[in-house]
Structures are given as C-alpha cells and as structure tokens.
C-alpha cells in the first residue's frame, strides 16, 4: 500500500517498526504492511509532529508565550523577549495595543495618544460627521491642529492591564457528580465574585472567559477611555478603494486607515468628553519602520481576534458547507441587490446607507470566501480522517475507551438534532431581523419599561436621552428601502424554514391578505406608530405624565405584533431545544478537546478566539491560489492607477493623488525600487476583531496595518492551511505618504517616532 504525505527537512527515524522509509525531496514515501498500520499509524504521526499546529498557525495569549512558543519565534526570525511582548512589570508592546469601539483593535502611535486604526472600523463615526454638504465620506476629514478634532460620543477604547489564569479559582473543589446546570451556576457565581474583587473603586473591568471549551478560564483586567476624537481619515476612495468589488481579495490597492485622538482627565485618567481634557499619555507607543517589508520577513500581529471555531467536528462544517451558509449568502444577497437599487439614484440614501450597506457585504462576501477555501483545502475529508485518529487512540485502551469512547458519536447525534434548529436562528438574524423597524420599536418598548419605577424627573431625562436614538434612527433610514428587504426576507423565511417553525403571523398573511406578503407589509409600514415621528414624540413626551399604559399602545402596534409573533415560536420551539443541545455539545467538546489535549501530550494547543489579546506569527509572503496564478507579496500605487483607468467608476482616486502619481512626487515613501508600497499579505492567523491590528516586524516596529483577509482564506476561523491563509495589510509607508502628500498633514508624522 503506497503513502504520500507532504513533508520537509525530516531528520528523525523510527526503529523496531515494521516500516520502511524512503525520502525524497517534498514527500516521504510509506511502504507499510496493511495489517500492521492501525497499531502504529497514530504514534507515527505523533513522532513527526504532524498534529502540531505549523509555524505560521496560532492565535497565542501573550501572557503564555515563554511557555508556548517563544523560542520558536526566535528562531523565525523574532528579536523580542516574551517580556518586551507582554509584560506587567515595564512598558510592553501590549500597552499601546487596544480595543477600538467594540469590536476593531487599533494601537497608540504617538506619545500624545494618536491612535491608528482602519478606515472602516472608524467609518460610523465619519458617517456621523458626514452630510449630503459636509460629504467626509467622499472628501476626507483632516484636522489641521487639535483644535479641530472632533468628539464622538459613544465612541471609546480600551486597554488591556493584566491577564490572569484563574482556572484553579473557577473550576477548583467541584463534585464532579454534579449537573452540568449544577456546575454553571457555581462556575457563574465564582466569576462573579472574581469581577467584583477585581473592580470594587479602582476604575477597571474584569472580564472572564472560558478557553478550549471550558478546560481553563482566564481574566482580563481592562481600562476604558471614552473621550476619543476623529483626527483624520482619507476620502473613501482611497480608504475604501475597491469598494466591495475588492473586499476579501487580493491583491488589494486600499488605504483603509483613519486616526483618532484619546484625550483623558486629570492625572491622564478616562474622563467623559470635556474641552478642559488633554491628550492621552500612554505607557508606551508603537515605533514605526519606513525600512519596509520584504518576501520571507518575520511579521508579527496582536490585536483582539473575535471568534473562530478551529476545533469543531466535520459534520459542523459539513451543515456550514451545505446548508447554512449558502442561504445566509442568498438572502445577504437579496438585502444588497436592494439597497444597489436604491443607492445607485439618490445621495441622501448613500450616505445614510453606506455604513450599513458594508456590514451587510462584509459577511456576505466572507461567507462565499469561506466555502471555496474549505472546499479548496478538502477540510472537510481531513477534519474526518482527524477524527479518525482520535476514535481510534480513545478506543485503543479500556481507560480511554471509558473517558472518551463515545464522544465523537455522541457530538454527531447531538449536531444531528442541533441543525434543524440552527437554520431558525440564523434566520431569526438574517431574515426577521434584517428589518431596521424591529430594532427600533424594541428600544421604544424598552423605554417604557425601564422607565416604570423611575421618578418623573429621571424618566424625563430618560425620554430626552432617547430622543437622540430616535433622531439617529431617523437620520440614516428610509421607509421604502426597510419595507421593500422586510417583505423579501419575510418570504424567504416562508420558503425556507419548516412549518413546524412558522409563527400565526402568516396564517394572517395566508388567510386575510390571501398569502401575499407584499400588501401586508405595506399595510404594517403605514399603520405603524414607529414611523410617525410626531405621534411617536408625542407619545413618549407622556412616560414621565404616565397618563395611561403606553407599552400597551405599543403591543398592540402591528410591527411588535409580527415581532412578538416570531419571538414566540423562538421562545417555544426553538431556543429551549437550541440551548440544550448547544450545553450538551458544549459539555462533549470539553471531552472532546481534554482527548485532544491528551492524545498528543507535545503538542501546544491554541485556544479559539474570544475577542481577547492575541498575538500570531508568520512571513511575508504570496501564494498561488489556483493552478497558474501567482501572487506577489506586495502591490503598490502604480497598480491602484491602472485599476482606475481600467474602471475608473469602480475604481476611482482623486484627482489629486494621480496628479502625485503623474508627478512623482513620493517624497521618502517609497520602497527599493522608487515605488510606492501600498499593501502586503503575510501568512499570520487572524479573524474578524484583528481590523486595525498592527503589524509588527522582528523588532516589534510598526510596518503594517491588517485589515482583511484573502478570500480563499477566510474560512481560516474553522481551519486554517498555510498554503492559502493570509492576512491582508496597509503598509505603513502607504499610510505616511497618504497624511503627507495628499493630506499636507505632515505635523502628524512630526509626532511619530519613525525608525
């Protein structure tokens, strides 16, 4: 029987077995006696390491990496400690890594607070200083001096003190008979206890979380800033070059960046927004190279990764292949072909949709990106042929067999009962929520009720506060627009989901409008209160007066009726049974990865991502993502020029940047070959919540600014393969030119430290 397995640079052997070995250049060649494999074929496997994580794979807790992998790092090229990483005794890399909004990271690049973060993870509040003749969108923002930077409310960054292992406090002295309900409430109530020792009068936040399905738990001690200021941002034709023609793709020519300010109290403390307050002082700042990158350098990312789930079985990613995501695909792409429609023919729709038009896309487009890579990498057959190997180690001994025997099987029929629910909660987000309307009058209905036991002076305060959310709603929202995706989503939950999970709203859709869904929706757009903003105003000016039972009005209102009408089918038919299986599988995966970690006792295991501090490694470098295409590490302003003339309506640069191109123009920003770089792609492992990371070289200077990832790779968050994952950066250079010679903003490199 004839093996191939792709493998370099083995120098290890195996005696007292029955295989020979024959090596060649890229592969080693099996010849193995049937009959004998099934004794021998798992520790073989262990011996060469190849359940080990590659190099470039990983998502690392900084706080472990003395003990994961620092020294392999090294060895790739890394000339940082762990300590200059991640340290709690002296200024680290980490302290000038933070979480930016609430779900991007940036990082402080100056020591009076300059942050740098992505285009698009600072676009709402662009948007939110943006009108049809005030268009920051279109034109760019940069403010000339501090005196110009501008507030955003409700925008805010946060920063990482400390991480704790705090396993031994959460999972310590429990009676292993207990129920599984038994052992969450005790593991909730220490968590809790943990949180309020650690935040009791200090001004922090602890966050606690469990990694690798609940083996281990971990604290992070945070500190939030909340006065944070636009500096800069370029026009979107620049920051978000490409459009959602280029999302996911590569090569890529955009300059997604923008800058922020923190601003803190006194004793450089988080203060509210106040003119009196005084740029951020931080611990440490990220220094910048202008040396650049090269093909095979060591790149290095931290930054907050959001979720992925790599260790899943093959019959969750089989439902993902299959069912889920190509439906979520069609009815994202339903939502989209609307909002073209309309967004094609009116400004003022545009700039109220562009925001939300991305979000939309971005999972959209993902999702497609994600079912080529697993089909590419044949994730699919090597997640079963994984779990092949565990089955058989667990049933290779009668200890094991016991522990974890029946673990993979019992996962399988747990999915099994788990999918035909999961299909009613994605659509529960990507069908009945996809209407704006319902968000809406659930904060309208919240308003009442919150407000009930409150005096009249704070429900007064409460109703005045909200009437900025209402006029923030109505800002960015068109009628027609909401009502036309309601009544296409509403019919593809028709036609997608059983009857047995179909709400009595479309018994009223089928019987008094005679099932068409169009003439009711109009119906419901026109009847309802939540978008008649003088008769809703006037209504809610009476909470604090409660004249008389207003959430009533509201029940009765037929958008919280439809509402209401699904919510009970969710909380009946679905989340009970949804929720019980997910404890259940939870329960088995926990099994299921302490086996892992036990099978293969050398190997260093990375937890998944939780929104919480990772750091990853890898090189730059291309890759071919098809037979005959071969990708270039780096592309550069001369290619952005030629995408423009190409298609100069997809692609279209302002004036002013091709008349730097046509000039030549560059200043220092350019790389060995008078180019000026624009963006690169490196094999480090992120997920969405890396936008906005920096990307570090061996020296822990800035080089790059990670914003997205190849389209073949995105299915990175449940299997990641060296060969076609990369991440998708700015290089830095591309960013100073941009504030230097198209800004004319050059006091902001004036406080950079550029090495």
């Known amino acids: ?236 034709s620049i920051g978000n070059y490409g459009e959602d023609w280029d999302n996911w793709i590569w090569p890529r020519h955009t300059g997604d960046f923008s800058l922020f300010r923190i601003y803190a109290g006194a004793d450089n403390k988080p203060a509210s927004y106040s003119p009196e307050n005084t740029p951020y002082k931080s611990k440490t700042h990220l220094k910048i190279s202008t040396a650049g990158v090269k093909e095979g350098d060591f790149t290095m990312i931290m930054g907050y990764p959001g979720t992925t789930t790599e260790y899943i079985i093959s019959d969750e990613i089989k439902f993902m292949l299959e069912t889920s995501l190509p439906k979520k695909v069609a009815i994202r792409d339903a939502r989209l072909k609307i909002l073209d429609k309309y967004m094609a023919n009116n400004d003022t729709i545009r700039i109220q949709y562009a925001s939300k038009y991305r979000s939309i896309s971005n999972a959209w487009k993902k999702w497609e990106g994600v079912i080529i890579g697993l089909e590419k990498t044949n994730a ?140 009711f929706t109009a119906e419901t757009f026109n009847k309802t209160i939540f978008l008649q903003k003088d008769k809703l105003l006037e209504l809610l000016d009476q909470i604090p007066e409660s004249k008389f039972n207003i959430s009533l009005r509201f029940q009765k209102d037929p958008v919280l009726v439809i509402f209401n009408s699904f919510a009970a089918v969710y909380s009946k038919k679905v989340i009970p049974a949804y929720d019980n299986l997910k404890m259940d599988m939870q329960v088995l995966y926990r099994s299921y990865m302490r086996g892992l970690m036990e099978m293969q006792k050398d190997k260093v295991f990375y937890p998944d991502a939780n929104f919480t501090m990772r750091v990853a490694y890898g090189k730059a470098e291309g890759y071919k993502p098809a037979d005959g295409i071969e990708y270039l590490e780096y592309t550069s302003l001369s290619g952005a020029i030629e995408k423009h003339y190409m298609d100069s309506v997809v692609y279209s640069l302002p004036e002013k940047l091709i008349e730097i191109y046509n000039s030549k123009d560059f200043g220092r920003w350019v790389n060995e070959k008078g180019e000026v770089p624009v963006c690169f792609v490196a094999s480090n492992h992120t997920s969405g919540g890396n936008s906005g990371s920096p990307i570090l070289n061996a020296d822990g200077y800035l080089i790059g600014l990670n914003f997205d990832r190849n389209w073949e790779g ?11 994952c990369r991440n998708i950066s700015v290089d830095i250079r591309y960013v100073l030119f941009i504030i230097d010679k198209f800004a004319g903003a050059g006091y902001l490199i004036n406080e950079m430290d550029l090495i």
């Open 380 to 519: 699919l057959a090597r997640k079963a042929e994984a779990e092949e190997n565990f089955r058989e180690w667990a049933m290779s001994n009668p200890e094991r067999q016991s522990e974890y025997g029946n673990t993979l099987q019992a996962l399988r029929d747990k999915n099994r009962e788990l999918v035909k629910y999961s299909l009613v909660y994605d659509y529960s987000n990507e069908a009945v929520m996809a209407a704006e309307i319902f968000d809406f009058a659930l904060d309208c209905n919240s308003l009442v009720y919150s407000t009930s036991e409150m005096s009249k002076e704070d429900k007064r305060a409460a109703v005045d506060k909200f009437k900025k959310r209402m006029d923030a709603f109505f800002k960015d929202y068109n009628r027609k627009v909401d009502q036309e995706i309601f009544q296409t989503t509403l019919a593809y939950y028709y036609r997608d989901i059983a009857p047995e999970f179909h709400p009595d709203i479309y018994n009223v859709i089928n019987k008094k409008y005679k099932g068409d869904i169009n003439k």
């Open 714 to 724: 995105t299915m990175s968050d449940v299997y990641y393969d060296v060969s076609i």
């Open 1 to 236: 029987m004839l093996w191939d397995y792709p493998f370099r640079n083995f120098t290890g052997s195996l005696k007292n077995s029955s295989i020979s070995i024959t090596l060649k250049p890229d592969f080693i060649y099996f010849n193995l006696n049937f009959m004998k494999i099934k004794s021998f074929i798992a520790a073989f496997f262990l011996s060469l390491g190849l359940f080990s994580a590659k190099a470039e794979e990983g998502l690392w807790i900084p706080m472990l990496l003395q003990h994961y992998n620092i020294d392999i790092m090294q060895k790739e090229g890394l000339r940082l400690s762990a300590e200059d990483i991640y340290s709690i005794n002296q200024a680290s890399l980490k302290d000038a890594i933070l979480i930016f909004g609430t779900g991007c990271t940036g990082e402080v690049i100056s020591g009076d607070g300059l942050v740098l973060t992505n285009h698009h993870c600072g676009y709402s509040s662009i948007q939110s200083h943006s009108s049809v003749d005030n268009d920051y969108l279109t034109n760019g923002f940069w403010a000339m001096n501090r005196d110009e930077e501008l507030p955003n409310p409700g925008l805010k960054v946060t920063f990482l003190i400390r991480i704790e292992d705090v396993s031994q406090n959460v999972l310590g002295k429990m009676d292993d008979n207990i129920s599984e309900v038994e052992r969450d409430s005790i593991i909730r109530e220490r968590i809790a206890g943990l949180k309020k020792e650690n935040e009791d009068g200090n001004g922090y936040k602890a966050v606690i979380k469990p990694f690798y399905y609940g083996n281990e738990y971990y604290m992070f001690i945070y500190q939030e800033y909340n006065d944070i200021r636009l500096v800069g941002a370029p026009p979107s």
